[in-house]
């Protein structure tokens, strides 16, 4: 059993790292090892290693399943699917998304000649706000790209109707929503399709992967031509297409994976309840929550720090967090408008819903890497950090950092 440390023994203080290893945000959740190799082994076996093979398939059809919708298309990883989900839609001209997302979600429609156009969020949910899209409809919008952000449903129905309304193609970048669901139904199933990503940094992963998921059939066969160059068949290529295939092995860790879903979900479930339970106490701190009567993967721990009143600023507490080897991130800072190339030339509206989160907010360690006295560690850091702030601040201002 780790000791928790006390003040002084803290590196800060110029005592040793609080952890020895360091402990990460995205840490990868791997299943049965023995049966990976083994079923690595097979694709080396059969000498079938991409192009839709067997894992492929069955790995398409587990995630159908799964999410309840008709149509699963595996791919290489999440920033081609929406990049496919958005073109074979027929997005062009502006796109309505949030800034307060991974910068994926925006180059996904600028490298493909799009504008998007950079809505706020509300405070409360950290989701796009549906009355600021509204606003923000050009003659040249011809879309609304949602994103559920850790995991946690945006408003969906009312950007649907908004998105009917407006004749607007709806699309959901579902990166973080593998095994959520909304108003009982699975994620996957919202929109003209959703997106997911099976990158090493989510709680089920791939290693890199992704795939789009939609109930549109017609769709669905536009977008498996386009994920393969646009082949229909041997030498017939009917449509503009990549290459954003997933490969055998990939399936691979994903059908292996997807047996040990429940219990990496059950993990991240009791960690956020462990991590809930020692921060409450925790003055100008407070714990991004979930609804705990619908399905999540709880694989973002998140706090926001209110650093007006609380003496020590977001980027202190993670230079203390870092300095204690706990690799804990700012995600999503500074906001996809603040980052090139949509910063040199940003015209669009003030964001400070967005702006004023993405400097406030803090991803903490989470997944089978990390067990309850891990947790209780972090908790007890951040606690001394935030109690003692000014004392804090004072060392961290004169220590040689170099
Ligand atoms: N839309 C949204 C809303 C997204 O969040 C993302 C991806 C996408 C779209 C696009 O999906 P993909 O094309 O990526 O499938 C990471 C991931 O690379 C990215 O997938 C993810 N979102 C984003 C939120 O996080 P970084 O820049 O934080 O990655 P990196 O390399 O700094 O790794 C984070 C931490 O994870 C490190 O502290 C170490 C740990 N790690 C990482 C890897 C790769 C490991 O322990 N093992 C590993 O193998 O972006």
Known sequence: MKEKKKSADLAL???????EDKVH??????GDREKLLDTIGDVIDRCWLTNHGPNVREFENRIAEMTGVDHCIAMNNGTQALEIAIRTAGLSGEVIV???TF???AHALQWQHITPLFCDIDPGTHNIEPDKVEQMITPQTTGIIGVHLWGRPCAVEALEEIAERHELKLIFDAAHAFGCSHGGRMIGNFGRAEIFSFHATKFFNTFE???VVTNDAGLAGEIRLARNFGFAGYDNVIRLGINAKMNEVSAAMGLVGLESVDEFIGTNHQNYLHYQQELKEIPWLSLVTYDESEKCNYQYIVIE???PQSHIG???????????NVLARRYFYPGCH?????????SGPALPATEKLSESVISLPNGSSVDRNDISLICNIIRFAIENGPEVTEVHESADRS
């Open 305 to 307: 720090i209110d650093s």
């Open 25 to 30: 945000v995205g840490r990868p959740n791997i």
């Open 103 to 105: 910068i994926a979600t």
């Open 98 to 100: 949030p800034s307060f």
């Open 13 to 19: 203080f110029g005592g040793g790292p609080a952890f």
């Open 338 to 346: 603040r980052m090139e190339p949509y910063r040199s030339s940003y």
């Open 209 to 211: 992967g992704g795939a």
């Open 314 to 324: 977001r980027d202190l507490l993670i230079d203390i967090l870092h300095a204690e």
